[in-house]
C-alpha cells in the first residue's frame, strides 16, 4: 500500500494532503533502490569476507592438502638422508677401510650447489619456505646418491682388484714339502751369515736338494732369469700391486 503524506496547515488549522510530483517520486524510488543495493552488496562483502567464496574454499582446501604433502614428503625426505647417511658410513668405514682405500671427504658428499639461486623461482609461492627447504632435500638426495653410486663402483672395482691381488700374492712354499728338509731362514731380523751382524732378513731361505723343482707361489710373469752376484741362478717373477719375488734354486726367497 502506498504511504500517503500530510502536512499541517495552521491558517485552516488542518492537515492537508500532499501529492508529490512525478519528479519527487521517481528521488524517492532511485534513493530506495540504491539504499537496497548498497545494503546488499555490503552483506555480501560481509559474507564474504568471513566464509569466502565457494572457490576460495575450494582453493584453502586444495592448499592444506598442498602443504601436508609438502611436510610428509620433507619428513620422508629426512628419513631417506638419515638412511643414506647410514650407508655412507658403513662405505667409508667398512667397505673402504677392507680395500685400504681413502674415505670420500664430507666436503664432496655435503656440497651444495654454487652460482646462482636455483630456487629463486619458488620464492613467490605460497609457503614458499617449506617448498624451498624440500627442493634441497630432494637435490642434496639426488647429488649424494649420485656419488655415493659412483663410489660403490669404485669399491666393485677395488674388490675386483683385490680378488686378482690376492691371487698373485705368494702364499706357498717355491719347494714342495716332500723335498724341503728345513727352513734355513726366516723373514725378520737375524745374524747376517756373511757380516756376522743383526740385519733384516727380507725374505725366506729353504733348503732343498740341488736340482728340486721350484714353484711360482702366486700369479705373475717372468721377468728375469739366469745368474745374478750374491744369489745364484735366479728366477724373477713379477706379480704386479708392487709384489716383486726372486726364486734362487735350489734355495729360494721372496723379497
Known sequence: MRKVYYIYNPRTQTYDRIY?????????????????LGLGGLFFLILLFL???????ELRIENSRLQAQYQILSRRLDEAL?????????DDNLYRVMFMAEPIPSA??????????????????????LVVNTSH?????????????????????????????????????????????QT?????????PIYNTVRFHGGMDFSAHPGTDIYATGNG????????SGLGNTIEIDHGFWIPYRICPPAGFPH
Not at 646418491?145 to 669404485?154: E, K, M, P, T, V
Not at 680378488?163 to 714339502?177: D, G, K
Open 20 to 36: 508529490p510530483t512525478v519528479r519527487q517520486r521517481m528521488l524517492s524510488y532511485l534513493r530506495r533502490i540504491f539504499l537496497s
Open 51 to 57: 566464509f569466502g567464496s565457494p572457490s576460495e574454499k
Open 82 to 90: 638419515d638412511l643414506l647417511e647410514d650407508i655412507q658410513q658403513r
Open 108 to 129: 664432496i658428499r655435503k656440497a651444495g650447489y654454487g652460482g646462482t639461486n636455483r630456487y629463486e623461482h619458488l620464492m613467490d609461492l605460497a609457503n614458499a619456505d
Open 137 to 181: 632435500k630432494l637435490d642434496m638426495l639426488t647429488k649424494q646418491l649420485y656419488i655415493q653410486s659412483g663410489s660403490f663402483d669404485d669399491v666393485v672395482e677395488m674388490f675386483k682388484n683385490h680378488e686378482e691381488m690376492l691371487q698373485c700374492i705368494p702364499a706357498i712354499q717355491p719347494v714342495s714339502n716332500k723335498d724341503l728338509r
Open 184 to 192: 734355513a731362514s726366516g723373514y725378520g731380523y737375524r745374524i747376517d
Open 221 to 228: 710373469t717372468v721377468v728375469k732369469m739366469g745368474w745374478q
